[in-house]
């Protein structure tokens, strides 16, 4: 197949993965015929923002239909159906079955469609808790237009003052600071002992810390046995601890599954973790079938290995992928997927890449971590904001393996900046060569790119190495070279005070032969201090990474 062809190409599904797969198959290739079957009322639409229009800060609604039928049809000649639900594929025949809904009087008829490549692009369901198996009245998920509907016509018809999330992954997160921006007191439950699990707990419990100091009460390592209902509305939640929250409104947010029922029916291989199986080309184990999206399981860019990644990002370049192949038999490659998110909590953002020190453990891969606290731009130019920036990497190469940033202004570029790294197979050595683009006003001459990557390239030339903010320091001789007001609002029992000011004069105190710790505020005073003590003889230095601000948070698990 070439150009020339003329391949009849359906799509079920229509948004991310599905309206990229159409457009790139008509750039490639103005003779394909290209359908468009979508179960629901739109196509296009920007499920990513609707937690923002139900807080309204995306006002307009219309904003979010980023595309219509009428425009698919006018500027690509692409046929959109939408309240057409493909019931069933038959590969033999190779058409599928359609239910076609007429939305006016409810009705239903069916039609059969015959396809030459078939792209499915069904993306992923959310998962209902089985606490609500009967969804109340007042119980919603926020995943399609409709969803988001309902649930602001309840808001705006009842009188609603206390909203529970069920579920802090991004989209619950997200829901609740839209719920605080509209005056509602909210409690998030998440059964996890940790909110966000992309991130590590240190980073997630700074996230919640913030949440708590807006005024929304995290409740983690609980979950809800029961909604307690009176006229079909759930008024309170019970939690498996015998806690019972009273609320207004439910907003359910406990994950997604891939939605392959289609595919699987059709005898189509699905893989161990539950998502249609593709080869690079986001070809099925039918090759005239593709499937992308949050349907699919990805290559992990690390690991090599498949699994679930139900971002827009992956989607939207999947369905590119399989939308040229589809339309003219060759494309580009997908490659490996990082897992590279983000999300805004209130003031703080928090974004990763790559893996978290849990998948490295689980998987049982040596890793070593670094954690720096840098400023956005450079701290001299005013509005500058902090933030938290940890690598990890590979103690015999230093590969990088992932990295997570929680703070303000500037998270989402130290992360894209070190996921580009990491798509290139890049290590610690590579990060710190980068040349960034730096003027005050937007980065520093040294970018906390590079600290974090210096700070671990020092860890594995041990000049110092580093330990982890949990370590036990007992048994080592712990150098303290905080301020003597740092000291007091956040002490270290058993720690010898030396500012590091003082060093120079009073290192002497030290014993050179005994296992050592500096330990300051972030990390990098510390490291002044190990270098000075390390110069001076002493054979076995080490730099607390993140320093007592990370540390303290630590403590708090
Ligand atoms: P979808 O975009 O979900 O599209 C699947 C479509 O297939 C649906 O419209 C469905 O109706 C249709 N369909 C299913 N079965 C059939 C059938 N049998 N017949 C016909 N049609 C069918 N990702 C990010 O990276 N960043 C974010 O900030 C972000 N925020 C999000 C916020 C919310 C509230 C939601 C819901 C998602 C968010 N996501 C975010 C996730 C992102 O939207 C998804 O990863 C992406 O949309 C997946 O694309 P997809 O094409 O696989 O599936």
């Not at 599904?13 to 990229?20: I, K, N, P, R, T």
């Not at 929680?406 to 290590?427: H, L, P």
């Not at 720690?495 to 000011?501: K, L, P, R, W």
Request: aromatic share 6%.
């Amino acid at each position: 197949m070439d150009s020339n062809s003329k391949p009849r190409i359906v799509i079920v599904g229509g948004v991310a993965g599905g309206a990229s797969a159409a457009t790139r198959a008509r750039r490639v290739n103005a003779n394909a015929e290209i359908t468009i079957l979508e179960k629901g009322p739109a196509v296009s639409f920007a499920n990513c923002g609707l937690p923002y229009h139900v807080g309204g800060e995306i006002a307009d609604r219309a904003k979010l239909l980023v595309a219509t039928p009428e425009l698919f049809w006018n500027r690509f000649r692409i046929a959109v159906k939408t309240h057409h639900e493909v019931l069933a594929i038959d590969r033999s025949t190779q058409t599928v079955r359609v239910a076609c809904r007429n939305p006016s009087d409810g009705s239903t008829t069916e039609l059969v469609i015959p396809y030459d490549r078939l792209i499915l692009a069904t993306g992923a369901e959310p998962v209902r808790p089985p606490f609500a198996r009967e969804m109340p009245k007042n119980a919603f998920h926020l995943w399609t237009l409709s969803d988001m509907d309902h649930l602001m016509a309840y808001i705006a018809t009842h009188p609603v003052q206390r909203a529970l999330v069920i579920g802090a992954g991004f989209v619950g997160v997200e829901v609740v600071e839209q719920f605080h921006r509209r005056g509602l007191h909210v409690d998030l439950v998440e059964r996890n002992p940790q909110i966000l699990t992309r991130l590590d707990p240190i980073f997630a419990k700074i996230v919640s810390q913030h949440m708590e100091s807006k005024g929304v009460r995290v409740l983690t390592a609980e979950s809800v046995a029961s909604l307690e209902l009176h006229d079909g509305q759930a008024v309170a939640a019970v939690l498996e601890s015998g806690k019972r929250l009273e609320t207004d409104l439910v907003v359910i947010g406990a994950g997604v599954r891939p939605r392959t029922a289609l595919a699987s029916a059709a005898g189509i291989t699905i893989g161990p973790m539950g998502g249609v199986t593709v080869n690079d080309c986001m070809q099925t184990s039918d090759p005239a079938i593709y499937a992308v999206g949050d349907a699919v399981e990805y290559t992990h860019a690390v690991t090599g290995k498949k699994g679930l990644n139900p971002l827009a990002g992956p989607a939207n370049r999947s369905g590119r992928i399989a939308g040229e192949h589809a339309a003219r038999g060759s494309s580009q490659t997908m490659g490996g997927v990082l897992g590279t998110s983000i999300v805004r909590v209130f003031e703080v953002t928090a974004a990763s890449t790559g893996l978290n020190e849990q998948q490295l453990t689980r998987s049982a891969t040596p890793f070593r971590t670094a954690i720096v606290q840098a400023a956005s731009h450079a701290s001299y130019f005013p509005g500058a904001e902090s933030m938290q920036l940890k690598l990890l990497y590979t103690p015999d190469n230093g590969r990088i393996l992932g990295a997570q940033a929680v703070g303000g202004e500037g998270v989402d570029k130290r992360i894209d900046v070190i996921a580009t790294a990491m798509a290139f197979r890049g290590t610690i050595y590579d990060l710190a060569k980068l040349d960034l683009a730096y003027a005050p006003p937007y980065g520093s001459a040294k970018d906390p790119v590079h600290m974090v990557a210096f700070t671990a390239i020092n860890d594995l030339s041990e000049t110092p190495k580093l330990l982890t903010p949990d370590s036990d320091l007992s048994g080592l001789q712990v150098v303290d070279v905080r301020t003597e007001r740092e000291r007091h609002q956040l002490p270290l029992e058993g720690a010898i005070a030396i500012e590091v000011d003082a060093l120079a004069e009073r290192w002497q105190e030290l014993d050179p032969a005994k296992p050592t710790v500096v330990v300051c505020h972030s990390g990098k005073r510390a490291h002044i201090g190990a270098c000075w003590l390390a110069s001076k003889g002493f054979r076995d230095v080490a730099n607390l990474t993140g320093g007592m601000s990370i540390r303290a948070v630590s403590r708090s698990l």
